[in-house]
């Protein structure tokens, strides 16, 4: 799954989740900005945490892709210098 659609859909759906249980709670004024504020944080703690792991998950990627790309470098010296040897 591709991170920008992961962290679009999150924020889609909190956003809407968010403003449909604002709408559809009976709370006062002061109620409804506790409530929106607390559901905010949620959101970007939510947010956060999936960036994060899509960061770590790509820091990964990038780094297994690395190391073979060194791997597969050092077997090729090694064998064109086995050939240079003969």
Same mark, same amino acid.
């Given at each position: 799954?591709?991170? !920008?659609?992961?962290?679009?859909? %999150? %924020? ?5 989740? #968010? *403003?449909?249980?604002? %709408?559809?709670?009976? *709370? ?13 944080? !949620?959101? =970007?703690?939510? #947010?956060?945490?999936? =960036? ?13 892709? *690395?190391?073979?790309v060194s791997k597969r470098? !050092? ?8 050939? %240079?040897? =003969?």
């Open positions: 799954m591709n991170a !920008k659609n992961l962290i679009g859909g %999150l %924020l889609a759906g909190a956003a809407i989740g #968010v *403003a449909i249980g604002i %709408l559809l709670a009976p *709370a006062t004024g002061k109620e409804t900005r506790k409530n929106l504020a607390t559901g905010s944080r !949620k959101l =970007v703690d939510s #947010v956060t945490g999936s =960036v994060e792991e899509s960061l770590e998950s790509l820091k990964g990627k990038f780094n297994m892709g *690395a190391d073979e470098g !050092k077997e090729l010296i090694n064998s064109t210098n086995e050939r %240079l040897k =003969v």
